[in-house]
């Protein structure tokens, strides 16, 4: 069965970084476009960044455009999203999800916290 | 951006009773395909979202058919016939025509 695992997450000051990363199994994951989308505690959905199959092209939400990085091994069937110049706002939980239009696949989510 | 407005934002609803959200969208969602790129998701309390409708009226697999999804270009609706206690979450209309992919803010479904 389909299986996304976010890891990398935590707690990290103001203009710190973070690297997240999804192991993903139970597919062929160089198959299909990957998606990171996160929401902020009691608040609702935010797509961040989605890439496609092969690795270019990608695309980034407004929000985190030239801070955030979307990458991808097929290799290692694993997805990034390395995280720059944080601020409070990113504070969320960021779900790796399969697809590029259709969520279907969700993985559990990783909470980031930014906070001094 | 495709700005995407749902009502009511919180729905408090007797089991077995039906119950409707109404999502707009800030422009159509019809795709050159003649496709429709509305999507409906339903995340229960502390799990990921999940996807109930495609393409404006599809329900994926394993999803009841107490679901229904239904609209046009701009105006989308989600009906539950009848409302079981499963059913609470936040409900979220979602456009997928192009990037950003945007949400709705969501809609609390309780069971009273």
């Known amino acids: 069965q389909v299986q996304l695992v976010e890891s990398g997450g935590g707690l990290v000051k103001p203009g710190g970084s973070l690297r997240l990363s999804c192991a993903a199994s139970?597919?062929?994951?160089?198959?299909?476009?990957m998606s990171w989308i996160r929401q902020a505690p009691g608040k609702g959905l935010e797509w961040v960044s989605y890439?496609?199959?092969?690795?270019?092209?990608?695309d980034y939400a407004d929000s985190v455009k030239g801070r955030f990085t979307i990458s991808r091994d097929n290799a290692k069937n694993s997805l990034y999203l390395q995280m720059n110049s944080l601020s409070a706002e990113d504070t969320a939980v960021y779900y790796c999800?399969?697809?590029?239009?259709?969520?279907?696949?969700w993985g559990q989510g990783i909470l980031v916290t930014v906070s001094s | 951006d495709i700005v995407m407005t749902q009502t009511p934002l919180s729905l408090s609803v007797t089991p077995g009773q039906p119950a409707s959200i109404s999502c707009k969208s800030s422009?159509?969602?019809?795709?050159?395909?003649?496709?429709?790129?509305l999507y409906w998701y339903l995340q229960r309390p502390g799990q990921p979202p999940h996807l109930l409708i495609y393409?404006?009226?599809n329900r994926l697999s394993g999803v009841p058919d107490r679901f229904s999804g239904s609209g046009s270009e701009t105006d989308f609706t989600l009906k539950i016939s009848r409302v079981e206690a499963e059913d609470v979450g936040v409900y979220y209309c979602?456009?997928?025509?192009?990037?950003?992919?945007?949400f709705g803010g969501g809609t609390k479904v309780e069971i009273k």
């Open positions: 979602v456009q997928s025509l192009q990037l950003p992919v945007t």
């Open positions: 393409e404006l009226s």
């Open positions: 999800v399969r697809g590029r239009w259709m969520f279907v696949y």
């Open positions: 422009q159509s969602l019809l795709h050159s395909d003649g496709k429709t790129r």
């Open positions: 890439i496609s199959s092969s690795g270019s092209p990608k």
């Open positions: 139970g597919f062929t994951f160089s198959d299909y476009s």
